[in-house]
């Protein structure tokens, strides 16, 4: 036997010839712009916490750099620098040790006076130059800063063998020539920042070439670790709370950059990611919040054109069993039947008033929808012997059995809605089964099952798969018109009802072994 579950309800507008061109390029146009429309809103969602990020770390940058500018300007000064130094005769005298000591970063001096006379740094004095390369290196510079007749100076490329790797500055006032240079790493460069400033700096900081920013190659070394007030390239460019000062003092493509200290940029990071996270959660709220926003206004739209489906169908289902009410109405009135036809004719009257009656409940409490659905019950054995005898009457008329097979259990569901559902039921097998019609209950687990199967012929899969739909009926095999007389409304309303309520209903059935609806509900 074939087994066919529904309970959903799906939309079908029977002969609907569907909206028209204009009507199709609104919607499709509808459709087109509202996809856009969330493509971009997605984007922007996406794209909302890399750009608060950004922003972040961009403000994060500035005020680093407002707070940190005086000690930038320090270690700037303190670089172009020139104390005043008297006559150097020996190259050891205390005035000299107190200017060397002053300028770690000092490597070559010169006289202008005194025979233009070439002195270089060894430790803390000042000796003759004894390497003929070196002495001329320095005396070119030398010339060089003097002709450019400028108060600091800095080797070119071509002019500087070190260039890149170090950086020089050649500082000029009345007397002197002086040479400076900053090497990376060195003992004298982390000297010469702990006399920069007093108080100490409140950061680190180091040179960086212009091209260091956008590399990925860079390796962190060792001097460049805290507690070193010097910086290595490398932490300079993944340090998140830094910044860069570009300045033309160290020469050309050297920049001066500082970060802060390891606390500090722990705690930076710590509430980077907090920002981050919430900045996320924020998106994808408001992300979850669109969506919902949107899925239920279709479902409201849904909801809006479903009842209108159904009162449409009921209006539509009213016109057939109306006109055949004042056609009998008529013919009592003008006396055209026989006193025993005349109470057959009110009989039917009577009968076709309570099932548009019934159909109307059915009709207007499905169209509610969202509605409370009434009162809930203990559906009992003596309530479903009670909705069974209502229609014992018709299955004495058409000389069919109607069987109760009622377990002791009982279900919990509202009374009104279940007697409409049992009632379809009966109804269905009485009009459209054969032989006897069978009322079953039983309890599984949780759920408390109802069941009504008659001895029809049966329905062939495809049949049984179209039950529930509107307007659907079963024609005669070999005949024009259809079987029963009905509009194929009573199954279509029935799943519509369950599916509100949250019941389980399902058809049973195949060729030669009858016809069978299982109704589930919660168990009392």
């Known amino acids: 036997m074939y087994r066919h579950r529904t309970s959903r309800y799906r939309i079908l507008r029977p002969g609907s010839r569907g909206p028209g061109r204009w009507l199709r390029l609104e919607q499709r146009g509808g459709l087109l712009l509202l996809g856009l429309a969330g493509l971009v809103m997605a984007a922007l969602l996406v794209m909302a916490p ?34 005043i ?26 006289d202008r006076f005194e ?45 500087d063998p070190d260039y890149g790797r170090v950086a020089t500055i050649v500082l000029l006032s009345d007397r002197w020539l002086v040479i400076k240079r ?47 007030l010097q910086a290595d390239p490398a932490r300079l460019v993944d340090y998140g709370l830094s910044s860069v000062v570009k ?67 009921m209006t539509h289902s009213l016109k057939t069993p109306l006109a055949i009410l004042k056609f009998r109405c008529d013919s009592l009135r003008l006396g055209r039947l026989s006193p025993d036809r005349a109470d057959e004719e009110l009989l039917k009257i009577g009968e076709e008033v309570d099932h548009l009656t019934t159909l109307i409940e059915s009709s207007l409490r499905v169209i509610r929808g969202g509605g409370p659905s009434g009162p809930r019950g203990q559906a009992t054995q003596a309530w479903f012997q009670e909705v069974a005898e209502d229609l014992r009457p018709g299955f004495e008329l058409e000389n069919r059995d109607l069987d109760l097979r009622l377990a002791a259990e009982a279900g919990h569901a509202p009374l009104s809605s279940l007697r409409s559902a049992v009632l379809t039921l009966l109804e269905n097998a009485l009009g459209h089964g054969r032989g006897r019609v069978t009322l079953e209950t039983w309890r599984n ?20 798969k179209a039950l529930g739909k509107p307007f659907q009926r079963l024609r005669e095999v070999g005949k024009e018109g259809f079987q029963r007389e009905g509009l194929g409304l009573g199954l279509s309303l ?18 030669g072994e009858g016809f069978s609806a299982r109704l589930e509900i919660p168990a009392a």
């Open 182 to 228: 900053w090497k990376p790493g060195s003992p004298e460069v982390e000297q010469e920042l702990n006399l920069a400033a007093n108080p100490p700096l409140s950061l680190r900081v180091g040179l960086m070439r212009e091209d260091d920013a956008g590399r990925s190659d860079l390796q962190a070394q060792d001097w460049g670790k805290a507690p070193h």
């Open 494 to 511: 029935l799943i519509q009802v369950a599916e509100q309520e949250g019941w389980g209903l399902s058809f049973a059935s195949a060729p």
């Open 50 to 83: 890399t750009i608060y990020r950004r922003e972040f770390l961009l403000n994060s940058s500035q005020e680093f750099m407002n707070t940190h500018w005086a000690d930038f300007e320090a270690v700037e000064r303190h670089w172009k620098s020139l104390p």
């Open 247 to 313: 300045t033309n003092a160290f020469g050309d493509g050297w920049n001066l950059a500082g970060i802060a200290f390891v606390d500090q940029e722990k705690a930076y990071r710590t509430n980077l990611k907090l920002r981050m996270r919430t900045a996320n959660a924020i998106s994808v709220v408001v992300g979850l919040a669109i969506a919902l926003g949107l899925w239920m206004r279709y479902r409201s739209r849904k909801r809006a054109i479903l009842d209108a489906d159904r009162l449409a169908a």
């Open 115 to 159: 025979g233009r006379r070439l002195w270089l740094r060894r430790g803390d004095r000042l000796v003759p130059p004894e390497d003929p390369a070196l002495s001329q290196l320095y005396l070119g510079w030398l010339s060089h800063a003097e002709m450019a007749q400028r108060f600091e100076w800095n080797p070119s490329k071509n002019l």
């Open 85 to 110: 130094l008297q006559t150097v005769k020996t190259g050891e005298e205390p005035d000299v040790r107190r200017f060397l000591a002053n300028q770690p970063l000092v490597v070559a001096l010169l």
């Open 445 to 464: 687990r949780r759920r408390f099952c109802i069941q009504v199967s008659d001895e029809g012929e049966g329905l062939e899969p495809h049949q049984l």
